[in-house]
C-alpha cells in the first residue's frame, strides 16, 4: 500500500520512516514549504510537492499521512476522504469539536478508514499501567494524576504559539492524557481547569486540570509548556488497595557527552529505548484494520472525545467555571 | 529555660513536639494534661514527664507555654483554657474546623496578651525555606502559577470521625499548602474550587482526597491535591511536593525527598528513611523562644485562620460545585 504524506517536519519525517517498517511505500511528500518535502521524499525515493490538496487524487496513493499543524487537519481529512483515501491523521483530530465532526462525516460518507494517532494508548509504559489496573494491583480506582510537557514546542513557523491555532498545552499535550483518562476510566463528567497561555515576555503555557468522571473518579491532569529544558511524563493511579507510579525521568540508560576536553558534561540526554517504537505500533494497528481485521484501538469518535475534553477545560480556563462535558 | 506543657496526645504529632522539647537545652517539658488520662498517662512515662489529670491544676504548674495537639474541634476550647491562664500557646493544625472557631481562638488570645502561634513546620524544612529565598531573591521574576500536593496516608482514629476531625483529607491536608503559600508569596488566597470526596477507601465516611483550584491575589493559579491516597505498603507516609512556574524559570521542590531507601524482610514493604533536617524542631524551638522572650511568635493565629478560610471555602465548593470567594 502507497502512502502520501502531507506536511513534513517533525512528525511528518518521523511517520513517513514508521509506515515504511510496516511495509507500506511512501511514494509522495507533500508541504506547504517544497525544501521541507523534499528532504523527507529524498530519504524514501519518493516525489516531493508542494501541492498538497493535489497529491491527494493521485491514483496510486491508498493512505494519506496527515502531519500538518492541528488547524488544518479537517480540511485534508475532508479531502483525501473524498478523493476515497484512508487517513491516519495526527492528533489533535481537530481545532475544534465541530471540525471533528466534519471529518468523521467525510469519511463515513466515503467509507474509509479514519485514524488519529492517539500514540500513548501503545507508550509501553501507559500499557503496562493499564495492565495492572485491569489486574486489580490497584484495587478500585479513585484518583489519577497524569503529568506531561517540558518545553515550549517549536515546530514549524512557531504555530504552536499562536495559541489559537494549537490549542496550546492544553488542547495540543493533554490531550493525550484526556484520551487515555477516557480509555482507561471511561467518560468525564465535568472539568475545571486553569491555563496560563502567556505570550509575553515569553511563550510560556502550564495548564492545571481537575476532571470528574462519571463513575465519580478525580483526575488531575498537569501540562507543561513552561519548563526551559527537558521533558517528563509522570503518572499516578491510586486506588483503595495500592498505587501507580510512573516517571519518565527514572530511565535505564542515560547519556552524558563532554563537549570540550576537562568541561563538563554539556547535556544529559535520558533515553529509555524499547523494540518497537509505540508510533510503530499505531501503524501496525491501523495497518490490521485496513487488512480487514480487527477495528483499531482508536476510533475517530474517541479521538473527538478527547478533543471535546481538551476544548471543555479551555472553555474553563476561560470562564473560570466548572464545564458540563 | 521555658517549661512547657502537651495538652492532649490525641494528635500523633504530640510525639514529635515533646521529643522535641525533650532534645533543645532550652526547654522543658514539664507536664501532660490529656482529657483521656490513659493516653496521657503513658505519654508522661514516654517522655519521662509528669502527668496532671485536672486540667485547671495543670495550668496552675508554673507553665510558660503549652502546646495543643487534641482532636481539631477541641482546639477551641483548650486554646480558650490555656489562654485565660496566661500561657503562650502552640496549637495544631488546622486551628480550628470553622472560621468562628479560629477566630475565637485569635481573640481569645489576644485579650489575654499572651502569644500564639499555628504549628506549620513546614516553614522550617530546609528545602522549602529555599525556595521561599529563591522567590525573594527575584531571579524567577514574576510568579504565575503553583501546582502543589500534600499527600498522605489515612491517619484512621478520630480523623476519620468527622465530629472531632471537622472533615477528612481536604481538612487535613490543605492548611500546610495554603499556609506555605501564602508565606512564600506574601499575597493571599482570593478563590477556591474544589472537587473531594471518598475516593481511595472503601468505608471511611468522609472524603479522603481533594483536588483544589484557587487564586492568589494577583492572579497567581494554584492547583492543590490534599489527599489520604497513600496506601498502607506505600514507603513513607506522605509528601508535600510544590511546584512553581514563573517568569524565569520553574521551582520544583519536593520537600521531604531527602531519604534512603530501605528493605526489610521485616517490614516486607520498602521504606524510606528520611535523613533531612526535621522541621517540627525549628517549630518548637521558635515558639520556646517566643515563650522565653515573652513576644509573639513567628507564625501566628493569624496565619492559621487563612489557612482555615480556604478550607472551610474547599468543603462550601465541593459542596455547592460553585467557585467560592475566600
Ligand atoms: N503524537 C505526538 O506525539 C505528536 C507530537 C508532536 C506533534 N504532534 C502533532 O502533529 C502535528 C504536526 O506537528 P509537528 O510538530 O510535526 O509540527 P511542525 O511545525 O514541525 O510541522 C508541520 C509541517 O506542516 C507544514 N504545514 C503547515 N501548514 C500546512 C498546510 N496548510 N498544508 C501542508 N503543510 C503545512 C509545515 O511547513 C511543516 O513542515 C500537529 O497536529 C501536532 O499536534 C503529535
Redesign the interface.
Known amino acids: 500500500m502507497n502512502v502520501a504524506i502531507i506536511g513534513c517536519n517533525g512528525m511528518g519525517r518521523m511517520h513517513a520512516q514508521m509506515a515504511v517498517n510496516c511495509g507500506f511505500n511512501v511514494v509522495a511528500c507533500a508541504d506547504l514549504e517544497l525544501s521541507t518535502a523534499r528532504s523527507v521524499a529524498s530519504g524514501f525515493d519518493a516525489d516531493a510537492t508542494d501541492d498538497c490538496f493535489g497529491v491527494l487524487t493521485r491514483p496510486d496513493v491508498d493512505v494519506v499521512g496527515i502531519m500538518t499543524p492541528t488547524p488544518t487537519h479537517t480540511e485534508y481529512v475532508v479531502a483525501a476522504a473524498k478523493a476515497g483515501k484512508h487517513i491516519f491523521c495526527e492528533k489533535p483530530f481537530g481545532r475544534t469539536v465541530q471540525q471533528c465532526k466534519e471529518a468523521i462525516a467525510a469519511a463515513k460518507k466515503a467509507r474509509v478508514k479514519l485514524f488519529v494517532g492517539h500514540v500513548v494508548r501503545y507508550f509501553q509504559e501507559f500499557e503496562a499501567m493499564r495492565a495492572q489496573v485491569a489486574q486489580g494491583k490497584?484495587g478500585?480506582v479513585?484518583?489519577v494524576?497524569l503529568y506531561r510537557g517540558g518545553i515550549f514546542p517549536a515546530g514549524q513557523s512557531g504555530w504552536f504559539r499562536d495559541l489559537e491555532q494549537s490549542g496550546g498545552v492544553t488542547l495540543d499535550s493533554m490531550i493525550h492524557d484526556f484520551d487515555w483518562l477516557r480509555y482507561v476510566f471511561g467518560d468525564a463528567d465535568r472539568v475545571?481547569?486553569?491555563a496560563?497561555q502567556?505570550t509575553v515576555?515569553?511563550h510560556?503555557d502550564?495548564s492545571?486540570a481537575?476532571f470528574?468522571m462519571k463513575n465519580?473518579?478525580?483526575a488531575?491532569v498537569?501540562g507543561?509548556w513552561?519548563?526551559?529544558s527537558g521533558f517528563r511524563v509522570e503518572a499516578e493511579i491510586?486506588?483503595?488497595?495500592?498505587?501507580i507510579q510512573f516517571n519518565s525521568d527514572d530511565t535505564p540508560l542515560k547519556a552524558m557527552k563532554r563537549t570540550a576536553p576537562g568541561a563538563g558534561a554539556s547535556m544529559i540526554v535520558p533515553s529509555s529505548p524499547v523494540h518497537t517504537s509505540p508510533y510503530q505500533l499505531e501503524w501496525e494497528d491501523f495497518k490490521v484494520w485496513l487488512d480487514g481485521k480487527l477495528r483499531a484501538r482508536v476510533t475517530p469518535e474517541d479521538a473527538l472525545e478527547a478533543v471535546r475534553m481538551a476544548t471543555a477545560a479551555l472553555k474553563s480556563a476561560e470562564t473560570?467555571?466548572?464545564v458540563k462535558l | 529555660m521555658a517549661k512547657i506543657g502537651i495538652m492532649s496526645f490525641a494528635h500523633m504529632h504530640a510525639n514529635g513536639y515533646a521529643a522535641c522539647l525533650n532534645e533543645l537545652p532550652e526547654a522543658e517539658l514539664v507536664a501532660v494534661w490529656d482529657d483521656n488520662a490513659k493516653r496521657g498517662r503513658e505519654a508522661a512515662k514516654q517522655y519521662g514527664t509528669s502527668f496532671v489529670g485536672d486540667m485547671d491544676r495543670f495550668l496552675e504548674s508554673g507553665l510558660d507555654g503549652v502546646i495543643v495537639t487534641s482532636e481539631n474541634v477541641k482546639h477551641r476550647a483548650m486554646v480558650e483554657a490555656a489562654a485565660a491562664a496566661g500561657k503562650w500557646v502552640l496549637c495544631e493544625k488546622p486551628l480550628a474546623t470553622t472560621v468562628a472557631d479560629a477566630k475565637a481562638i485569635i481573640a481569645a488570645c489576644k485579650k489575654a496578651e499572651v502569644g500564639l502561634s499555628t504549628a506549620f513546620p513546614c516553614r522550617f524544612s530546609p528545602p522549602l525555606i529555599e525556595v521561599r529565598d529563591l522567590i525573594e531573591s527575584g531571579e524567577y521574576g514574576v510568579l504565575?502559577?503553583a501546582?502543589c500536593t500534600n499527600n498522605g496516608q489515612c491517619p484512621g482514629g478520630w480523623f476519620a470521625q468527622e465530629e472531632l476531625s471537622g472533615g477528612g483529607a481536604t481538612m487535613d491536608h490543605t492548611v500546610h499548602v495554603a499556609d506555605l503559600l501564602r508565606w512564600m508569596t506574601g499575597r493571599e488566597f482570593t478563590w477556591v474550587?474544589c472537587?473531594?470526596?471518598?475516593?481511595?477507601?472503601?468505608n471511611l465516611g468522609m472524603d479522603?482526597?481533594g483536588?483544589l483550584?484557587m487564586?492568589m491575589e494577583g492572579g497567581l493559579?494554584v492547583?492543590h491535591?490534599a489527599?489520604w491516597?497513600?496506601?498502607k505498603?506505600?514507603p513513607a507516609w506522605g509528601d508535600v511536593t510544590l511546584e512553581i512556574?514563573a517568569?524565569k524559570?520553574?521551582i520544583a521542590v519536593d520537600a521531604f525527598n531527602q531519604k534512603l531507601d530501605v528493605y526489610n524482610d521485616n517490614a516486607m514493604k520498602a521504606e524510606w528513611a528520611h535523613w533531612g533536617s526535621n522541621p517540627d524542631l525549628g517549630l518548637v524551638k521558635e515558639f520556646v523562644a517566643s515563650c522565653d522572650e515573652r513576644r509573639a511568635p513567628s507564625v501566628t493565629g493569624l496565619d492559621g485562620l487563612r489557612a482555615v478560610e480556604v478550607t472551610v471555602a474547599a468543603y462550601k465548593s465541593a459542596k455547592s460545585?460553585?467557585?467560592v470567594k475566600v
Open positions: 490497584v478500585k479513585g484518583f494524576r475545571f481547569c486553569q496560563l502567556r515576555p515569553n510560556v502550564y492545571m481537575t470528574r465519580g473518579i478525580i488531575k498537569i507543561t513552561a519548563h526551559p491510586c486506588g483503595d488497595q495500592g498505587i473560570g467555571k466548572p | 504565575y502559577a501546582n474550587y472537587e473531594n470526596g471518598m475516593l481511595v477507601h472503601d479522603d482526597l483536588s483550584h487564586e493559579k492547583s491535591t489527599s491516597s497513600r496506601c505498603s506505600f512556574v517568569e524559570g520553574v460545585g460553585r467557585v
